[in-house]
């Protein structure tokens, strides 16, 4: 089973700032199986990455994601109100998939 | 417009069973794959369950695996969870969500239906 850790668990930032979020595998996710996904509270995630690096329909170009191997990165390069939520990855390279165990963006 | 909606949720004792199910509409509902994922209140995502568009092939999580049984009725555009030998440790939201393209990663989720295992 490949494990995705996640850090931080909260980032604390200001509306206009960067996030850089981390994912990191137990081991190699091939072809860059991996997806990023946005929660917020009492609702289903969002998708808003696949492939490590290829944005879902209607996400905004502030989101990106980068990566491979192990370790792969979501960056919001200016969070905006709505930024602020739980983002998770999920790895698909092989079963069982997995997720992280998510890291909260919240407001400074 | 794709929708999801799940159902089915409530109150079980341990041991107990209960059935979810999840309506689609707005997509060609046999030609994708359908999941179940859960989310056990303030914890992260777990996939639980798979199955093909067709339904010939089925894929559990080792912690439901022999207990739960997901299954699919292509003329009701209709997913469906069976849950039985129900623990605490299954408390959880479960979404429903559609599988883009057999990847094995999802584009779009029910709501959410909460089972809460307790005496």
Known sequence: EIVLTQSPGTLSLSPGERATLSCRASQTVTKNNLAWYQQKPGQAPRLLIYGASNRAIDIPDRFSG???GTDFTLTISRLEPDDFAVYHCQQY???PLTFGGGTKVEIK | EVQLLDSGGGLVQ?????RLSCGASGFTFRTYAMSWVRQAPGKGLEWVSSI???????????SVK????ISRDNSRNTLSLQMNSLRAADTA???????KDSSGW???????TLVTVSS
């Open chain 1, 66 to 68: 980068s990566g491979s």
């Open chain 1, 93 to 95: 390279s092989s079963t």
């Open chain 2, 14 to 18: 341990p041991g107990g069973s209960r």
């Open chain 2, 52 to 62: 093909s568009g067709r339904g010939d092939k089925t894929y559990y999580a080792d």
């Open chain 2, 66 to 69: 022999g207990r739960f049984t």
């Open chain 2, 93 to 99: 939201v479960y979404y429903c969500a559609k599988e």
């Open chain 2, 106 to 112: 999802w584009d779009y989720w029910g709501q959410g």
